[in-house]
């Protein structure tokens, strides 16, 4: 079987449109169609069904789609089993919060180009089901997520902890709750101005919930995409926020942020990701090992 079939059966499953997958496969539509109509022959069974707004995969090709992905993958390490001998060589995408994107793997790229120069990497800012997806997708290789249990709702994804990021609750220097004579209560903290990261980050829904649920609670919020955003409103006096420490520290040295005293906030696990079925790449494993070296690394007393 040509697995160039395989690999566009495969693409249009994942994104449900012949143009998109025609798109991403650099290939004309027309082709993608003719590859489809070819494989539902070979297997004589149609894979998908052809809808105004896409094309909606069957029972069938749900069936054909896990052993395509495999056989897709055996290929892979095929390929790759040719250039054993030499060093790690490729491209390897990514994924991460922009608290790890902007303040932990800037560090691993460069120990990396010292390491392994015929590796090169490309980082991919993403939040958790971003992160899924893309993995799911083959988009990324590997992804680093800052979840408890980041596989309970994925079968599919496998992970490995390699860290853990301290959290603190943070204001201006000024900013009264920097002074307070006493720990501040859940009660004093429904009473604040929040900014907060973006929907979905999970030490920020975290806190959200935890707030909203204290009786009274008169707590404001505003949600950003950006932790420079709430980082930036915070340091301006306007309120309060939550935020891995690596993401403040250089703040709180210069005197701009000040923690506040209250409750005790558990660290975020820093999960590694990747697919569960699918094959990884002499230079992934090359960058998953440099990872889980810089992560331990930064773990010794005394680091950020």
Not at 51 to 66: F, H
Not at 268 to 287: D, E, F, I, K
């Amino acid at each position: 079987m040509d697995t160039r079939l395989l690999r566009t059966f495969v693409t249009l499953a994942r994104t449900g449109s012949f143009t998109a997958a025609a798109a991403e496969l650099h290939l004309a539509q027309s082709t993608v169609t003719v590859q489809i109509r070819a494989l539902e022959k070979e297997l004589g069974s149609r894979l998908f069904d052809r809808l105004p707004r896409g094309a909606l995969i069957t029972d069938a090709g749900r069936r054909v789609l896990e052993a395509a992905e495999e056989v897709l993958n055996a290929e892979a390490g095929l390929r790759s089993a040719v250039a054993a001998d030499g060093p790690p060589a490729g491209h390897v995408v990514i994924g991460a919060g922009e608290t790890l994107c902007s303040a932990r793997l800037p560090g691993v790229v460069a120990a990396l180009s010292r390491t392994h120069p015929q590796v090169e990497i490309a980082l991919e800012p993403a939040g958790t089901e971003a992160a899924v997806d893309g993995l799911r997708a083959g988009r990324l290789d590997i992804a680093l997520l800052l979840e408890k249990d980041a596989d309970a709702g994925f079968p599919d994804i496998v992970t490995e902890p390699i860290a853990r990021e301290p959290l603190v609750l943070v204001c201006a220097a000024e900013h009264p709750a920097a002074h307070r004579t006493r720990a501040a209560t859940w009660a004093d903290l429904a009473q604040e101005t929040f900014f907060l990261h973006e929907q979905g980050c999970s030490y920020s829904d975290r806190l959200m919930r935890d707030l909203l649920s204290v009786p009274g609670a008169r707590t404001r919020m505003t949600r950003f995409g950006s932790i420079e955003a709430a980082r930036s409103c915070v340091a301006a006096g306007l309120g309060l926020t939550l935020l891995p420490r690596a993401t403040v520290a250089a703040a709180l040295r210069e005197g701009v942020l000040a923690v506040v005293d209250g409750p005790r906030f558990p660290d975020v696990p820093v999960q590694l990701a990747r697919h569960r079925r699918r094959w990884v790449s002499p230079a992934a494993r090359a960058v998953v090992d440099e990872l889980v070296r810089s992560f331990a690394a930064r773990a010794v007393p005394g680091g950020p």
